[in-house]
C-alpha cells in the first residue's frame, strides 16, 4: 500500500514536471511567433519605404540591393538561427539605409516618407519589445530544465535549452555611408 502510495506520488510528480516542459515550450515558441508577426510588419513597409526613397534618389542602389537580399534569405530561412542572422542583416542594412536619409533633408520633408518612417519605427519598438519577451520566456525555460529534478524529465524526453536571441556582432557600431563617389 505504501510502495503504491509513494509510486503513485512519483508518477504524478513526473506527469506535472512533464506538463511544465510542454507548456513553457508551448509558451517559448508562441513568443518567437509574435518576434515573427513583427518582423513580419517590418517586412511589409519595408518595400513600400525603398519604393519612395528609391524614387527620389537613385545613387544608393547598393543599399536597396543589400535589403532585398537580406529579406530573401530571411524568407528562405529554416531555423530560428538563420531567420535570426538574416534579421539582423536586414537591420544592418535598413541602419545604413535610415543614415542615408538623415543626409538628404528633402526625403525627411517628404509626406509619405515621414509616415513610412514613423511606422517602422514603432513596429522597431514592437520588435524589441517581443524579443525581450522571448529572452524573458527563454531564460524561464533553460532556467526550470536545469534544475533538478526537471532536469532528470528534461534530458529523459529531450527538451534541450533554447538559445536567446542576441543582438548581431557588430550591432554596437553605428553603420557608416560614404555618399563621396
Same mark, same amino acid.
Request: hydrophobic share 40%; charged share 25%.
Given at each position: 500500500m505504501i510502495i503504491g502510495v509513494i509510486v503513485l506520488?512519483?508518477?504524478?510528480?513526473?506527469?506535472?514536471?512533464?506538463?511544465?516542459?510542454?507548456?513553457k515550450t508551448q509558451a517559448v515558441d508562441n513568443q518567437w511567433a509574435q518576434v515573427e508577426t513583427q518582423y513580419q510588419r517590418r517586412f511589409d513597409l519595408i518595400p513600400n519605404l525603398v519604393?519612395?526613397?528609391?524614387?527620389?534618389?537613385?545613387?544608393?542602389?547598393?543599399?536597396?540591393?543589400?535589403?532585398? @537580399?537580406? !529579406?530573401?534569405?530571411?524568407?528562405?530561412a529554416?531555423?530560428?538561427? #538563420?531567420?535570426?542572422?538574416?534579421?539582423?542583416? &536586414?537591420?544592418s542594412a535598413l541602419g545604413r539605409l535610415l543614415v542615408i536619409m538623415?543626409?538628404?533633408? @528633402?526625403? !525627411?520633408?517628404?509626406?509619405n516618407v515621414s509616415q513610412l518612417m514613423d #511606422?517602422?519605427?514603432?513596429?522597431?519598438?514592437? &520588435?524589441s519589445v517581443e524579443r525581450r519577451r522571448y529572452n524573458d520566456l527563454v531564460r524561464d525555460y533553460n532556467?526550470?530544465?536545469?534544475?533538478f529534478p526537471a532536469n532528470l524529465v528534461a534530458g529523459t524526453f529531450g527538451f534541450s535549452q533554447r538559445l536567446f536571441f542576441e543582438a548581431?556582432?557588430?550591432a554596437e557600431q553605428a553603420p557608416e555611408v560614404n555618399l563621396n563617389p
Open positions: 506520488v512519483l508518477a504524478l510528480s513526473l506527469i506535472g514536471f512533464y506538463n511544465s516542459l510542454i507548456g519604393n519612395s526613397v528609391k524614387g527620389m534618389m537613385t545613387q544608393e542602389q547598393a543599399v536597396f540591393g543589400q535589403i532585398a @537580399e537580406a !529579406r530573401t534569405r530571411y524568407a528562405g529554416g531555423t530560428v538561427e #538563420e531567420k535570426v542572422k538574416a534579421a539582423g542583416d &536586414i537591420e538623415e543626409n538628404y533633408p @528633402e526625403l !525627411r520633408s517628404a509626406e #511606422e517602422l519605427a514603432g513596429t522597431e519598438n514592437r &520588435i532556467t526550470t530544465i536545469k534544475k548581431a556582432e557588430g
